[in-house]
């Protein structure tokens, strides 16, 4: 059973568009929602994560939105850049148990930003 | 310089044959995981450890083992039994007060020959 749904599996946007990758989950336990960005042969790394308790979340160019109800979370990434292409994980955590048995992520989105 | 270290970066098995994956941290965290990586299949869970000397298994963890002796390293020995082992493996480690922020080290991929 996949707990996180991430779409779309990849994008293309133009140089100075705005990304928008989403992702969907079923465990109501989870209170904590990073992103990661990961370039070829590298580890992934923060990006930007959100809790429940907000909306939305601002950091320069990436954006999350959050909607507690519907269960679903975004990444936006404005004026994107050729720079930004890389693939970008949703994860969720449940911070029950201390929320070290790890994060359960989706399955990835490939960015391609065309210059 | 602080972070995460895996070696070797590219590792090549011959089938039948357990091979171990090294994964040390200086960030004084003392949580540590490992994750498997496969094209379209995002990472998933193989082990994860809290503390020193204890170690709990993930969503795929048949066919792998782990150690734990230091709270620097974690390594991963992949084993025959494991079916299907070539991929790229993650290692992530995270301070134990703030377990949802995990750090990921560069990985190493393995390709059974």
């Known amino acids: 059973q996949q707990q996180v749904k991430q779409s779309p599996q990849s994008l293309i946007v133009q140089k100075g568009g705005i990304s928008i990758i989403n992702c969907a ?7 904590y929602f990073p ?9 992934p790394a923060l990006l930007i ?4 308790d907000v909306s939305e979340k601002k950091e320069g160019r990436f954006t999350i939105s959050f909607n507690k109800s519907a269960k679903q979370f975004s990444l936006h990434i404005m004026d994107s850049q050729p720079g930004d292409s890389a693939t970008y994980f949703c994860a969720a955590v449940s911070g029950a148990g ?3 048995d790890g994060l359960t992520f989706g399955k990835g989105t490939h960015l391609i930003i065309q210059p | 310089d602080g972070g995460i ?4 970066k590219y590792l090549f098995r011959k089938e039948g044959q357990n091979v171990t994956l090294s994964c040390e941290q200086n960030l004084n965290h003392d949580a540590m995981y490992w994750y498997r990586q496969d094209p379209g299949q995002g990472l998933r869970l193989i082990y994860y450890s809290q503390i020193v000397n204890d170690f709990q298994k993930g969503d795929i963890a048949e066919g792998y083992s782990v150690s734990r002796e230091k709270k620097e390293s974690f390594p991963l020995t992949v084993t025959s039994a494991q079916k299907n082992p070539t991929a790229f493996y993650l290692c992530a480690s995270s301070p134990l007060g703030s377990t949802d922020t995990q750090y990921f080290g560069p990985g190493t991929r393995l390709t059974v020959l």
Request: proline share 11%.
């Open chain 1, 25 to 31: 989950y079923e465990n109501t336990a989870f209170d």
């Open chain 1, 35 to 43: 992103w990661y960005q990961q370039f070829p042969g590298k580890g």
């Open chain 1, 49 to 52: 994560a959100i809790r429940p």
């Open chain 1, 98 to 100: 201390g929320g070290a």
């Open chain 2, 5 to 8: 270290t895996q070696s070797p």
